[in-house]
């Protein structure tokens, strides 16, 4: 590879590793404590499992483009009170809810436009929102020694 130009635009990333929010929520709720919910859970976010980034940022890799920006995301937006349905879901735990008012300059909605990604990479992300929150439990529960419920 000779050259290492691209720049990636990272939507919100999330799965094993991977962003912190919804980690702490993980982790709050098999503690039983409370999760601080801003603006009411109404904020979205492009949520996007992090083997569809890392499929966009190959896909650039192989490309070898130069000087390229490439927007990489799901290009849709979940809220965030959603997400922690999916995280309760897959660990049959109600979280303990705190609502908040919204922080000050906290970006209501994010979402990742995607189609030059599309065009130029071939980039289609392909997990499913649900099945990434899932596969992100699975990691969490075996790599923290997590029993929910116990």
Same mark, same amino acid.
């Given at each position: 590879?000779?050259?290492?130009?691209?720049?990636?635009?990272?939507?919100?990333?999330? =799965?094993? +590793?991977?962003?912190?929010? /919804?980690?702490?929520?993980?982790? %709050? *709720?098999?503690?039983?404590?409370? @999760?601080?919910?801003?603006?009411?859970?109404?904020?979205?976010?492009?949520?996007?499992?992090?083997?569809?980034?890392?499929?966009?940022?190959?896909?650039?890799?192989?490309?070898?483009?130069?000087?390229?920006?490439?927007?990489? =995301?799901? +290009?849709?937006?979940?809220? /965030?009170?959603?997400?922690?349905? %999916? *995280?309760?879901?897959?660990?049959? @735990?109600?979280?303990?809810?705190?609502?908040?008012?919204?922080?000050?300059?906290?970006?209501?909605?994010?979402?990742?436009?995607?189609?030059?990604?599309?065009?130029?990479?071939?980039?289609?992300?392909?997990?499913?929102?649900?099945?990434?929150?899932?596969?992100?439990?699975?990691?969490?529960?075996?790599?923290?020694?997590?029993?929910?419920?116990?």
């Amino acid at each position: 590879m000779e050259y290492l130009d691209e720049l990636f635009r990272l939507s919100t990333v999330c =799965g094993p +590793s991977g962003r912190s929010d /919804l980690y702490f929520f993980a982790k %709050l *709720i098999a503690e039983g404590k409370s @999760i601080n919910v801003f603006n009411n859970g109404d904020m979205e976010r492009d949520f996007t499992y992090i083997d569809d980034i890392v499929q966009g940022i190959r896909s650039a890799l192989d490309h070898n483009y130069r000087c390229e920006i490439f927007n990489l =995301g799901n +290009s849709k937006s979940e809220q /965030l009170r959603d997400m922690i349905r %999916l *995280i309760e879901d897959s660990v049959g @735990i109600r979280a303990k809810l705190n609502f908040m008012p919204k922080q000050a300059g906290d970006v209501r909605k994010s979402i990742a436009d995607i189609a030059y990604s599309k065009e130029k990479l071939g980039y289609e992300p392909t997990t499913d929102i649900g099945v990434g929150i899932a596969k992100f439990i699975k990691w969490f529960k075996e790599n923290e020694g997590v029993k929910y419920g116990a």
